[in-house]
């Protein structure tokens, strides 16, 4: 299976500042994608980051909001931009692709808080 | 649009029990997966199923999928401690895309 790791693991924010999170895969995979998964509920995907492209966003989810970038086929960044304390939550990058291609794998997630 | 709906959302169980965690979905998925996932961990994948009748099994869990039924079930058996956790289950949409269920939180106890 990918290994993913994921960089802050957690964090502390101020309102109003943004927090960049690093996904970093050991091997080259197909498709990325990032999941918010609010307290105590389930995880929602928030866009599919597209290598050398914008990503793609769900419903809900905007660009100047969670800006994602993926340079590469291992790497991928999203920020969380002028946070406020509804953005508290679990933010988990996903992988599809290279070793372990039939199922989606997760990483370990960062967990931030916004006060 | 794919929607997931999981039930029961809350499971108690006494070890040694068995019991069912069921996993509708509304339209077609590719693929059905199920995930566990433990209190302030990432979730840990369990299975895919790729097909209609797939079964696969893991120790004391076993997962079926009937996409005629649009329908896949988590089935444990001889519920241990170490089992508690809570699982989801997910479909893929269109390009790959994992819709989740909302989660059942099981708790076996002794």
């Known amino acids: 299976s990918a290994v993913i790791s994921q960089k802050p693991s957690r964090d502390i924010c101020q309102r109003g500042t943004s927090l960049t999170i690093q996904c970093q895969v050991d091997?080259?995979?197909?498709?990325m994608f990032w999941y918010r998964q609010q307290p105590g509920q389930s995880l929602t995907l928030i866009a599919t980051?597209?290598?050398?492209?914008?990503?793609?966003?769900e419903s809900g989810f905007v660009i100047d909001k969670f800006p994602i970038s993926r340079p590469n086929l291992t790497f991928s960044t999203l920020t969380v931009s002028n946070m406020s304390p509804e953005d508290s939550s679990i933010y988990l990058c996903s992988v599809l692709g290279g070793r372990g291609a039939d199922t989606q794998y997760f990483g370990p997630g960062t967990r931030l808080t916004v006060l | 649009e794919l929607k997931v709906e999981q039930n029961p959302l809350f499971l108690s169980m006494q070890e040694g029990k068995n019991y069912t965690i069921y996993c509708n979905y509304s339209t077609t998925s590719d693929r059905l997966y199920w995930y566990r996932q433990d209190p302030g961990k990432s979730l840990e994948s369990l299975f895919v199923l790729l097909s209609n009748g797939a079964v696969k099994q893991e120790g004391r869990l076993m997962a079926s999928l009937d996409t005629k039924a649009r329908l896949s079930t988590l089935h444990i058996t001889a519920a241990v401690h170490d089992l508690s956790a809570t699982y989801f289950c997910?479909?893929?949409?269109?390009?790959?895309?994992?819709?989740f269920g909302k989660g059942t939180k099981l708790t076996v106890n002794p």
């Open positions: 091997s080259q995979v197909t498709m």
């Open positions: 980051a597209n290598q050398g492209s914008e990503a793609t966003y």
């Open positions: 997910a479909g893929q949409g269109g390009s790959e895309k994992l819709v």
